[in-house]
């Protein structure tokens, strides 16, 4: 059997409740595509392109890829991390060797802060109504 062509990784990241699917395929340039858009339309502004394409530059891979992202959920900011961390997941996969800078980085790492929730009797997660002592 002729083995597939164009093989790719894919992997989930995810942030908050954003979560983004990155396809790496090897290819002889780098070009990103968010959401069927370039990269610089769907994160507008330069630090949240760099926080996007951060896994490319802590493992410094000499190999390029085109990378092909899904993200929904969550606001701009949590889906740039989310699509960080589903690249790093994807260059795990592709190269053991490649762990070590990412972890190191933390980018392995799946952020659990996230909002708390709203208890009953309160105005919000912890903050109370006034209270008088009369």
């Given at each position: 059997?002729?083995?597939?062509?164009?093989?790719?990784?894919?992997?989930?990241?995810?942030?908050?409740?954003?979560?983004?699917?990155?396809?790496?395929?090897?290819?002889?340039?780098?070009?990103?595509?968010?959401?069927?858009?370039?990269?610089?339309?769907?994160?507008?502004?330069?630090?949240?392109q760099?926080?996007?394409?951060?896994?490319?530059?802590?493992?410094?891979?000499?190999?390029?890829?085109?990378?092909?992202?899904?993200?929904?959920?969550?606001?701009?900011?949590?889906?740039?991390?989310?699509?960080?961390?589903?690249?790093?997941?994807?260059?795990?996969?592709?190269?053991?060797?490649?762990?070590?800078?990412?972890?190191k980085?933390?980018?392995?790492?799946?952020?659990?802060?996230?909002?708390?929730?709203?208890?009953?009797?309160?105005?919000?997660?912890?903050?109370?109504?006034?209270?008088?002592?009369?």
């Amino acid at each position: 059997m002729a083995e597939k062509e164009n093989k790719y990784i894919e992997s989930v990241g995810r942030r908050k409740t954003a979560v983004a699917r990155a396809r790496l395929t090897e290819a002889s340039k780098t070009s990103f595509v968010v959401n069927d858009k370039a990269l610089e339309d769907h994160f507008l502004t330069p630090e949240l392109q760099r926080i996007a394409t951060e896994a490319f530059a802590t493992a410094g891979t000499a190999i390029k890829f085109k990378v092909s992202i899904k993200v929904k959920g969550g606001g701009i900011a949590g889906q740039a991390v989310a699509v960080r961390h589903a690249i790093s997941r994807a260059l795990n996969e592709y190269d053991a060797v490649l762990r070590a800078p990412l972890k190191k980085a933390g980018f392995l790492k799946r952020d659990p802060r996230a909002k708390e929730r709203r208890k009953f009797g309160l105005k919000k997660a912890r903050k109370a109504p006034q209270w008088s002592k009369r």
